[in-house]
């Protein structure tokens, strides 16, 4: 250990760490850059499963969870490529597979066929390998001359430790015991698959393991073939995107379309109090939203990185927007799982639209919340409404929605080159989408009940107030009116 110290006792190295730690032998940058792109690589991978698992995944709290770690991954990736672009890297090879024992990995985990093994393989191998690789970089590279590397590793471990202590909490909460016995030889599998790789690190004593290959991909640090040990268990067929969205048992009558929110939030006649019950309801039904987003990028593939970090920002802003809604109503005491949410939005645009035309209405009705009646209009009714917690979720509610706009206009609109062209083009998508709104009535998929009279007056009992007759009688429904009160034809 070193006895020098700083002037007057001063913190050397601008307090980045000790003489000792700069003193550390350290890496090469040719060793630092390979390294982080392994880092690169499965924070790209997780982005995409957790991305396209979100739609078809019926828990709601899994699929809020997995629209937060498919951004914090998306975000981590970003910073990586960043880092590793100011190491002399030109080209920057960071769409090449760094081993094939992490793309099996990556692969086997993707194709996991419900949550169980889909949590198993996430947050007890996965992040928690991916962790460890971080925390290794970290006692490894020179702290002093490798700074800025030190600093993305930092963060990314910071957040992704986050993401492992909710996995852990989740792996409890759906493996039990006798799952998790059935799986030890696909778990086994996961563990050999890093292994074989020497670890997430690729400096891991390597054990030499044979990847069975789909296709030719071996890279040049892959161990010599010996054997045929890993062999592909979920991922033998190739994972096929799910683009229904599935709700879990909470969420009932999904189908319904009984009740027409924007319609009572636009009368002059209602209260700005009754209102934010339609507001927090309009905030938990976007959770379809994210449905509808991990469509759009998952069956949009090739375009720059940034697209992918941008659209998962605004996917992750949604779900989070659910759950501000979700808060509106444990505020209020009323159970939510008694008003039916409706999913029938993503399920039509995942399944009647091309991605480009779900990107079209997104944009479209993000815009269409710009002018003064759309997201400032909710924000004022909530600071009318004497519920300061809807005044507070709807300024932030406008502010994200905001940005969402700008990323339409950044990632949508440059493509046409003209905004009005752009908007009619959503407009029109939107039109082709054929609501069902009768035929869903006639196959008794829902009757659309009117859920709103019993809501409401649970909510004037808890403000203790007398409800507005008139505010009770409303029955406006989406049978001949879109969500932004134009008529269907
Ligand atoms: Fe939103
Ligand atoms: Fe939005």
Not at 34 to 60: C, D, G, N, S
């Amino acid at each position: 250990m070193t006895t020098v110290s700083g002037w007057r006792n001063l913190p050397p190295l601008a307090g980045l760490c000790s003489y000792d730690d700069a003193l550390r032998e350290g890496m090469s940058v040719d060793r630092c850059v390979t390294w982080m792109k392994r880092h690169h690589y499965l924070l790209v991978r997780l982005h995409q499963i957790f991305t396209a698992r979100i739609t078809a995944e019926p828990v709601y709290e899994l699929k809020t969870a997995f629209s937060l770690h498919a951004y914090l991954c998306a975000e981590h990736a970003s910073a990586f490529r960043q880092r590793v672009g100011e190491l002399r890297e030109p080209p920057l090879g960071l769409d090449v597979v760094p081993h094939a024992g992490l793309e099996r990995l990556c692969d086997e985990v993707l194709c996991a066929p419900t949550h169980v093994e889909l949590t198993l393989g996430l947050y007890e191998c996965l992040i928690p390998a991916l962790v460890a690789s971080l925390k290794k970089y970290l006692a490894t590279t020179n702290l002093l001359a490798d700074a800025p590397s030190v600093r993305v590793t930092r963060f990314c471990l910071f957040e992704l430790e986050e993401v492992a202590a909710f996995g852990r909490q989740a792996v409890a909460c759906l493996v039990d015991e006798r799952s998790r016995e059935q799986l030890v030889p696909w778990l086994q599998l996961l563990s050999d698959c890093i292994a074989s790789a020497a670890g997430v690190s690729g400096c891991d004593e390597p054990v030499e393991i044979n990847v069975h290959h789909a296709s030719n991909q071996d890279s040049k640090d892959e161990p010599p073939s010996l054997s045929s040990t890993l062999k592909p268990h979920f991922s033998s067929t190739p994972f096929v995107y799910d683009p229904i969205p599935q709700r879990d048992e909470r969420f009932q009558d999904s189908f319904n379309a009984g009740v027409n929110p924007e319609a009572f939030l636009y009368d002059q006649r209602f209260a700005a109090r009754d209102k934010t019950l339609m507001m927090f309801y309009k905030r938990l039904r976007e959770i379809d939203v994210p449905e509808m987003m991990a469509s759009i990028l998952i069956q949009t593939p090739g375009k720059p990185w940034k697209y992918y970090r941008d659209m998962s920002r605004q996917l992750w802003d949604e779900a989070r927007h659910a759950m501000l809604g979700e808060v509106g109503f444990v505020h209020l005491g009323i159970d939510w799982s008694r008003i039916p949410i409706n999913f029938t939005w993503s399920r039509n645009l995942n399944t009647q639209l091309e991605p480009w035309e779900r990107h079209a209405v997104l944009f479209f009705i993000e815009q269409g919340l710009m002018p003064r009646t759309g997201k400032r209009y909710e924000w004022e009714v909530g600071l009318a409404s004497g519920i300061p917690l809807a005044g507070l979720f709807q300024d932030f509610d406008w502010a994200d929605e905001v940005l969402h706009a700008q990323i339409g206009r950044e990632w949508y609109v440059k493509e046409f080159g003209d905004l009005n062209e752009a908007m009619s083009y959503g407009d029109r998508c939107w039109s082709q989408v054929l609501s069902h709104w009768r035929s869903y009535l006639d196959d008794g998929r829902t009757a659309h009940r009117n859920w709103w009279p019993e809501i409401y007056l649970e909510a004037c009992q808890t403000w203790g107030v007398i409800p507005d007759p008139v505010a009770l009688a409303f029955q406006t429904t989406y049978e001949s009116t879109r969500a932004d009160l134009k008529q269907i034809r």
